[in-house]
């Protein structure tokens, strides 16, 4: 079992940047395919980026493709979100997810996920 935590998020100015990070704590952290998703009010929760356990497999939504890269750093335990060129679309609690995973496959779909964090709000004004 692992346990997530969020933080980075804020409130920033259309086309403005911020850096999300998930810090991982529990059983073998580099054994779970990590992603972040996000939900905005009255929508329904939906992916933006996921990362293999290596970092060699990446997949990003196409509503963020060329302005969000998911990475992670397995020695310091944390999966990171840069997000730059925000939109007010982009505003919604975002929230990172863990799966367990044998092999670099990443998964879209929140129902693959077992471990969630507590989320982060991130707010783009226009």
């Known amino acids: 079992q692992v346990q997530l935590v969020e933080s980075g998020g804020g409130l920033v100015q259309a086309g403005g940047s911020l850096r999300l990070s998930c810090a991982v704590s529990g059983r073998t952290p580099s054994q779970y395919v990590m992603a972040w998703f996000r939900q905005a009010p009255g929508k329904e929760r939906e992916f933006v980026a996921g990362?293999?356990?290596?970092?060699?497999?990446?997949e990003h939504a196409d509503s963020v493709k060329g302005r969000f890269t998911i990475s992670r750093d397995n020695t310091k335990n944390t999966v990171y979100l840069q997000m730059n060129s925000l939109k007010p679309e982009d505003t919604a609690v975002y929230y990172c997810?863990?799966?367990?995973?044998?092999?670099?496959?990443?998964?879209?779909?929140?129902?693959?996920?077992?471990?969630w964090g507590q989320g982060t709000q991130v707010t783009v004004s226009s």
């Open positions: 990362i293999s356990k290596t970092g060699s497999t990446t």
């Open positions: 997810a863990a799966r367990h995973s044998v092999g670099s496959y990443v998964s879209t779909e929140r129902y693959s996920y077992a471990y």
